[in-house]
């Protein structure tokens, strides 16, 4: 088995995920989504991101994504599959990421010899994701891969993003953390959503949030100005690291060159898509 560097596989995933996170801001992804019939971009999303999973309920998105309010959910699942089948879903979503990453990186970009080995690469690490306690990651798993190098690409990075997110959950429930208490102390640390998206896309209210906070200050995690104790830091410190410990295989599979590679050419991609406006510019920070 080969050592990476120390926190390698997290470097790598914080320049995959962003360019695969690209999708559900864009123009394309609303129009895809609206053709037929997820008008709604709450719907679009839970029916998007659960669509590998098949008809399931509400429950099952509340429990597979955790930091959305229920009743959200249930607002939109299992009504969205009345509307359009998951399959249906599955392939407006590749339409929109097709769309997406060519307006984003350029047409040169997305048929270049270094998209073709950032996909390879990406879905070499892929191979040692486990299934087993990991939903989201299984699921999409069993999807076929694209043809088409960005689509493959884009393909791997939902599975790698998936991957680690289904083993962060279990870092969070393992740490005693509700889904408003993890959210709030992610925007604490300065790397979540504002709050003003928070209550737009996660559906909970500020009072919840609020509840939410004083909840933390009573474990000591939170001060009085809502910033993280040294306490709190050391928390989110340790999720950081067990989510990793947890994450290890894939890039540990790849090893250290092509750990070094995928992130070298994810970077490149990435920073591109962030300089042509992908995200909206007040989505992240402590406000």
């Known amino acids: 088995m080969t050592t990476l560097p120390p926190r390698a596989g997290r470097r790598c995933h914080n320049v995959i995920n962003p360019l695969h996170s690209t999708l559900f801001f864009s123009p394309d992804y609303r129009e895809e989504l609206s053709r037929i019939g997820l008008k709604d971009w709450s719907a679009a999303y839970f029916a998007t991101r659960a669509a590998a999973l098949g008809r399931v309920g509400a429950g099952t998105v509340t429990a597979t994504f955790f930091n959305f309010k229920h009743d959200l959910v249930a607002r939109h699942i299992p009504r969205a599959w009345d509307i359009a089948s998951p399959q249906e879903v599955l392939d407006a979503r590749l339409r929109a990421a097709d769309a997406t990453l060519r307006r984003l990186l350029g047409a040169e970009a997305v048929v270049s010899p270094e998209m073709a080995e950032a996909a390879g690469l990406a879905l070499r690490a892929a191979e040692a994701c486990a299934r087993p306690a990991r939903p989201l990651y299984a699921a999409h798993a069993d999807l076929p891969v694209p043809e088409a190098p960005h689509l493959a690409f884009w393909h791997a990075s939902t599975l790698l993003r998936e991957h680690r997110g289904d083993g962060h959950l279990m870092a969070l429930t393992q ?38 906070k004083r909840r933390l200050r009573e474990r000591g995690l939170l001060d009085a100005e809502g910033e993280l104790t040294e306490a709190g830091t050391e928390l989110r410190k340790e999720l950081e690291n067990e989510t990793d410990r947890l994450d290890t295989a894939p890039y540990e599979h790849l090893g250290a060159a092509g750990v070094a590679r995928l992130t070298e050419l994810a970077t490149g991609f990435t920073t591109a898509a962030l300089e042509a406006g992908a995200y909206p510019v007040d989505l992240f920070g402590k406000g």
């Open 175 to 212: 740490a005693g953390l509700d889904p408003v208490e993890a959210i709030v102390s992610h925007q604490a640390s300065g790397r979540g959503f504002t709050t003003k998206w928070l209550m737009a896309t996660r559906g909970w209210d500020e009072e919840e949030l609020d509840a939410g």
